[in-house]
């Protein structure tokens, strides 16, 4: 037995028990036909309190609202995969630093068309993606050029080194912005794409479809499948069988 299978439960097996914890307590089919027949948002929460999602809709007062599930759902999602990642080594760290990546880009470009709105960063945060979330996005409103958005916003953040081929002096306006989302995207997918493919084994066998697929969806205007919850997916079966 290779060394690397000998430590894997030092490096990465408490982190696998949370995932496969986690893939234990997705919902069912059942469940999912149990929901189809709520007639109230009241009747989804009670069956929900059934399952392991049971607790997060905890304490939400009545009226229940959808915006709100939606909320709560979302907070549970990235509460767990921080947690993921914050524990995990490298190269885990990184791969699950590239899956935040393509919600950064999109908080970027939707701070960015709200500041030409003239809309108010503070209600244009709310908006965002928390897995895209970063400290020095409300500077976003600054930049005036490219080359501003990259020294005032993005140069301590993961972004930073896709933003090589995006220097400009020209001003942000809508179209600009367009241009500035398809480079970083092409940057980021063409990175994510070798780091996955470098690695091989069930991570490339897995990814790199999934990268090809997102890239055709940005690039020529078509939508074959939601690769966002196929990362989701990705994460569950690279963890154990490519990360050791």
């Known amino acids: 037995m290779e060394s690397a299978e ?12 949370l995932v496969r914890g986690c893939k234990a307590g997705l919902l069912t089919r059942q469940d999912y036909a149990n929901l189809v ?4 948002l009241e009747d989804l929460k009670i069956h929900l309190q059934t399952t392991d999602y049971g607790n997060f809709l905890a304490n939400q007062t009545s009226p229940l609202t959808v915006s709100k599930i939606d909320a709560e759902m979302r907070r549970k999602l990235c509460g ?6 914050n524990h995990s080594l490298e190269p885990l760290s990184t791969f ?7 919600y950064m880009i999109d908080n970027v470009i939707l701070l960015m ?3 030409l709105q003239k809309k108010a960063v503070r209600d244009m945060l709310g908006k965002c993606h928390p897995l895209g979330r970063f400290t020095e996005m409300e500077a976003v409103n600054v930049a005036e050029t490219a080359s501003d958005l990259f ?24 179209l600009n ?6 480079k970083l995207y092409k940057s980021y997918l063409e990175a994510f794409y070798k780091f996955c493919k470098n690695y091989g084994d069930i991570t490339a066998e897995i990814m790199c479809p999934i990268l090809e697929v997102r890239a055709f969806e940005l690039f020529h205007g ?17 963890l154990r069988c490519s990360f050791i």
């Open 222 to 238: 078509r939508q074959r499948a939601d690769t966002r919850f196929l990362y989701g997916i990705s994460l569950l079966l690279c």
């Open 113 to 115: 068309n709200g500041a």
């Open 151 to 174: 020294r005032a916003v993005l140069v301590e953040t993961p972004l930073a080194p896709f933003f090589q081929d995006c220097m400009s002096e020209n001003t942000l306006d809508e």
């Open 6 to 17: 000998l430590s894997f439960n030092v490096d990465h097996g408490y982190l696998e028990g």
């Open 96 to 102: 699950l630093t590239y899956m935040t990546c393509s």
């Open 80 to 85: 767990e995969f921080e947690y993921f990642r």
């Open 177 to 182: 912005v367009e241009i500035l989302r398809n």
């Open 37 to 40: 027949q709520c007639e109230t």
